[in-house]
């Protein structure tokens, strides 16, 4: 007799298949229970190849839908990729990948890369200030970037939140008018080291 490891009834040797795999010469769960696990596989490959055909054949609409589902809650959609993004570049595969990533994008984009590393070195120093509301949406409970109309003035930005940062540069043209009318002296908040300890020591 052998008990199955599915269903957890003993069983004798005749209701399992035979295998080399294992010690005993048999699969560890019984034929009736190794045939519900096909069936059920088959099932999802089905599934699986049914709906790649369909995402296939309703792109746009899918994407619409999704857009729609991202403006009537788009935190919870923010929170989750910051939790997955999260997650990944916390293994050791993804900060490889991160690594490898940035590398690229340096060789490809220098004069993008030394406009952003230029900004942050101005921000860490005290001579830009961070706003801490988003100059399109005004919203004020969100993450503030950067954005560089032309990468040639790396002091030179707009801040905005993520969600505007990605509209802007997907060139939507709402977000486009709107940050036309909008120069980085009106935005950003630019001071002199001396200007800044001057405030400090007042506080």
């Known amino acids: 007799m052998k008990r199955c490891t599915k269903c957890e009834e003993e069983k004798p040797f005749e209701e399992f298949r035979k295998s080399k795999r294992y010690k005993n010469g048999f699969y560890s769960r ?76 340096r060789e490809k984009y220098p004069e993008k890369a030394r406009a952003r590393s230029l900004l942050s070195n101005a921000i860490c120093e005290g001579k830009i200030v961070r706003p801490t509301q988003c100059s399109l949406c005004l919203r004020n409970d969100v993450a503030i970037e950067g954005h560089h109309p032309d990468y040639s003035k790396p002091l030179d930005v707009i801040w905005v939140c993520k969600s505007c940062h990605i509209m802007v540069h997907g060139r ?17 908040i630019v001071k002199t080291s001396e200007e800044t300890t001057r405030e400090t020591s007042e506080e």
């Open 30 to 105: 019984c034929k009736k229970c190794m045939q519900e696990y096909e069936k059920a596989n088959e099932n999802h490959e089905k599934r699986l190849e049914s709906r790649k055909k369909y995402r296939e054949n309703n792109r746009e609409k899918i994407r619409q839908q999704d857009r729609e589902n991202y403006m009537n809650d788009p935190e919870k959609y923010r929170a989750k990729a910051r939790e997955s993004q999260k997650k990944y570049f916390q293994t050791p595969k993804g900060r490889e990948k991160y690594k490898i990533q940035s590398l690229i994008l």
């Open 172 to 188: 939507i043209k709402h977000h486009r008018d709107r940050l036309s009318e909008k120069t980085s002296k009106e935005d950003a």
